[in-house]
């Protein structure tokens, strides 16, 4: 079809349909564009998404394309507030336990959207538990150490001089 209506234009001949057709496949691109971007399990950025929804103003109006506007709309608000979310924690005074951030990185991982902010929430809190084993490994030596220390046979106390 598409290629018909090109025709069409270069002869300088359309059909009195040609600028409903052209309105339909245009229609029909963006809301393809749209399923696309929704799947589930790809990850678009917030970007692609808002320049599709200001795409959504030049495509003919239909219910499928209304319900693609709004489900748009509301992927949008939810990864902005979900980005938000992950901004006051990497920025919070109050420390969070690593198992709210984890609750938070998981609720947010749904979201088939890139977001920056829980991204690097989810590297700081990596960061923070291999932190957090080194010391826990530290510590195990140092007290292994002191407890052989105190067990040695061969290390004998040193007569005090009085």
Do not use: F
């Amino acid at each position: 079809m598409q290629d018909m209506v090109k025709r069409c234009h270069s002869l300088g001949v359309l059909p009195p349909e040609a600028e409903q057709l052209e309105r339909h496949m245009r229609q029909g691109e963006w809301l393809s564009r749209v399923r696309a971007a929704l799947v589930a399990g790809r990850s678009g950025t917030l970007q692609e998404l808002r320049s599709l929804l200001q795409e959504a103003v030049e495509v003919a109006e239909s219910p499928a394309v209304e319900k693609a506007r709004s489900e748009l709309q509301e992927l949008i608000t939810i990864a902005l507030r979900w980005e938000e979310k992950a901004k006051m924690c990497l920025e919070a005074r109050q420390k969070h336990s690593p198992a709210t951030l984890e609750a938070i990185i998981k609720e947010a991982e749904n979201i088939p959207v890139q977001l920056p902010n829980t991204l690097s929430l989810k590297e700081a809190l990596c960061k923070a538990r291999a932190w957090s084993a080194d010391v826990d490994e530290i510590q195990v030596k140092r007290r292994q150490h002191q407890y052989s220390d105190s067990h040695d046979p061969y290390r004998a106390e040193k007569p005090t001089v009085q």
